[in-house]
């Protein structure tokens, strides 16, 4: 009986090692896997090397409202909106740098609109000639002064002609609503991106405030949409200087012990290249002399700068009971996250 608690109590342990060693390989190897294939996807597409279906969603389709679209990498479109700068763009480039606002993509669009005035109110009337003053011989006009007006049913537009007769007179007022509808859209699988904009010209359409009814929409007649998208996440491990926590499943030994083998859990504080600090618990699950806090340094070994998921340590464990407060510890961690 004996030998079978103390078989459980081991063989318990290692298969949530092994389980865990095992979540921390495959989960390593596909996130390694899934990032270099993205950003050989980028760099594909980035040198303009696009299958058939790609080329339709950069370009340009006047019937569905996309723009011309163009992949650049960050500095090159950095490079492109500090060249389109002007005078008129001083206080928002203030702005930008007081908030350290990034430029992610620019957008260049030109729309026709055409549109008839039809249904509206017009107004003509015959002004009263004023009278000549005592003397004047002048001969009086031959034609009446006729007044127009018109305004269209929207309100969008008024023409008022005080004299119908004189070229130059003319006063056409107009107040248009438009609204302004922009999509971006991204590849699931890759850094491709387009966008879609719609320019609609409106009206106040009565109560409740704020609803409007659409009069017509504007054709695109050319844009250009240039943007940055390189993968967001880096290649694991990437940063020098890393702080955590770093989740491993630990495996650790102080050799003299009753027990050879402890098992716990631990996270990395800092790491500095392949070296790191950290800090944890474990248990053989047997006494209180084989229980406790760990606290070791870390390294994490490479191949062709591949993380192999694993971190050898070397520090102290320290028991919550026993003669030996401070005890050498050597474990092999299993990094999960």
Request: hydrophobic residues 35%; proline residues 6%; negative net charge.
């Amino acid at each position: 009986m004996s030998r079978f608690k103390s078989g459980w109590l081991l063989g318990v342990p290692l298969l949530v090692l092994g389980s865990a060693a095992g979540g921390a390989y495959l989960y390593h190897h596909f996130r390694e896997a899934d990032w270099e294939h993205r950003e050989a996807e980028y760099q594909r597409q980035l040198q303009g090397h696009l299958t058939e279906n790609e080329k339709q969603i950069e370009a340009f389709n006047a019937q569905l409202g996309m723009m011309r679209s163009q992949l650049v990498t960050p500095a090159d479109l950095e490079k492109k909106y500090t060249a389109l700068l002007t005078a008129r763009d001083a206080d928002f480039e203030k702005f930008r740098q007081e908030h350290a606002l990034v430029v992610k993509s620019l957008s260049n669009s030109i729309l026709a609109l055409q549109q008839r005035a039809q249904d509206g109110t017009e107004e003509a009337h015959e002004e009263p000639s004023p009278a000549p003053p005592p003397g004047d011989t002048t001969t009086p006009p031959a034609k009446p002064v006729i007044s127009y007006a018109f305004a269209d049913k929207d309100g969008r537009i008024h023409l008022t002609d005080p004299d119908i007769w004189v070229q130059g007179d003319e006063d056409l007022e107009m107040k248009q609503f438009f609204r302004v509808k922009g999509t971006v859209v991204q590849q699931k699988d890759g850094s491709l991106m387009a966008e879609r904009i719609q320019l609609l010209e409106v009206s106040p359409d009565g109560q409740p405030a704020g609803q409007y009814r659409e009069l017509a929409e504007a054709s695109l007649v050319d844009a250009s949409f240039t943007y940055a998208n390189p993968p967001q996440e880096g290649p694991p491990g990437d940063a020098w200087v890393k702080w955590g926590p770093g989740w491993m499943a630990t495996l650790g030994t102080s050799f003299r012990s009753e027990h050879l083998l402890r098992f716990g859990a631990s996270a990395s504080v800092v790491r500095l290249g392949d070296v790191g600090l950290a800090g944890g618990a474990s248990s053989d699950f047997d006494s209180l002399e084989g229980t406790g806090g760990d606290a070791f340094v870390t390294y994490s070994p490479t191949i062709r700068g591949k993380q192999l998921g694993v971190a050898l340590g070397g520090g102290v464990h320290l028991p919550l009971g026993g003669t030996t407060r401070v005890r050498p510890n050597v474990t092999l961690n299993f990094i999960v996250y």
